[in-house]
């Protein structure tokens, strides 16, 4: 179990999960619908069964590559310590629950459980062909809010996807600061991202307008539902945190990229999901 918690960073669930509270307690906040501790689990399960094949995917995809770069020859597959087909047989496995999870929440989940799906594990291929890469990885985490919203309600609406566009920004963001320790890996094995089209420098900037936008869309919510002091006080938190990160890495320097990458969004994501519940319980 350890080995495969390793496999698909089972600790970065923090990054979205938070994301897909601030969803399934917003439907509550904001409609009719009450509590309901079978949708709150089913909703986890999801996220996890989701990430979970999402993560396996990824890895057992980028094997060979994985093995030739020495920053990740150490993961769990190149290293020898989970079988490729074990893998893709986890992968497979947790695809198969989530989609059976779905079927005991409602039907629109259930008959967009393919879709997620697709989005989810579809990111795994992209790097292969456009550096837009990291917005698809954005937009597989940025279903969480929107998902968690429809595990209540069943029914789409506006604010939930001011929360999953700000995901989008802020994955696709920090996913760029990321990908700067492989930009010359990936020129050389010819993979697309960011900082190999544009450089290190330009790759900053271009995570530094992400950001703002991501900033721009959780501060919508304030114009369309009844926020107060906690949410504002989440916000400017996020901001300190969105800040914090970028001064922590510079185009010459990229010995900080694992605290900004990891320790500070995850805190960040906590942090504001933690002040959005304030807000709106207390």
């Known amino acids: 179990m350890k080995k495969y918690l390793s496999l698909v960073l089972f600790a970065h669930t923090i990054f979205a999960m938070p994301f ?39 890895r057992y995809l980028d094997r060979n590559f994985d093995a030739k770069n020495p920053r990740t020859a150490i993961r769990d597959i190149p290293a020898g310590k989970i079988p490729a087909k074990n893998a893709l047989l986890f992968t497979i496995s947790n695809c198969v629950l989530f989609i059976f999870t779905t079927y005991f929440i409602n039907k629109l989940c259930f008959y967009l459980s393919p879709v997620a799906l ?10 292969r062909f456009t550096p837009l890469c990291h917005l698809i990885l954005g937009i597989g985490l940025g279903l969480a809010p929107i998902g968690a919203y429809l595990v209540v309600t069943g029914e789409f609406a506006l604010l939930p996807i001011f929360f999953s ?10 996913d760029i600061i990321y990908s700067l320790q492989d930009d010359e890996f990936d020129k050389q094995e010819q993979l ?18 992400l950001h703002i936008l991501c900033v721009v869309f959780i501060t919508l919510p304030l114009f369309y539902t009844t926020l107060g002091g906690f949410y504002i006080t989440g916000v400017v938190l996020f901001i300190v945190l969105l800040i914090y990160q970028h001064r922590l890495v510079k185009p010459d320097d990229l010995s900080k990229v694992g605290r900004a990458f990891g320790t500070t969004n995850g805190i960040a994501s906590v942090i504001f999901a933690i002040c959005f519940l304030l807000d709106i319980y207390f």
Do not use: H
């Not at 697309?192 to 307008?209: E, M």
């Open 20 to 58: 897909a509270f601030i969803g399934f307690f917003l439907a509550l906040s904001t409609t009719e619908y009450q509590f309901d501790w079978m949708k709150l689990a089913f909703m986890i399960l999801c996220m996890v069964f989701a990430r979970n094949s999402a993560m396996a995917f990824n």
């Open 118 to 127: 697709a989005v989810v594990l579809g990111y795994s291929f992209t790097k």
């Open 165 to 174: 566009l700000a995901v989008v920004c802020w994955v696709s963001g920090f």
């Open 192 to 209: 697309y991202s960011i900082p190999a089209w544009l450089g290190r420098k330009k790759a900053l900037a271009v995570s530094s307008f």
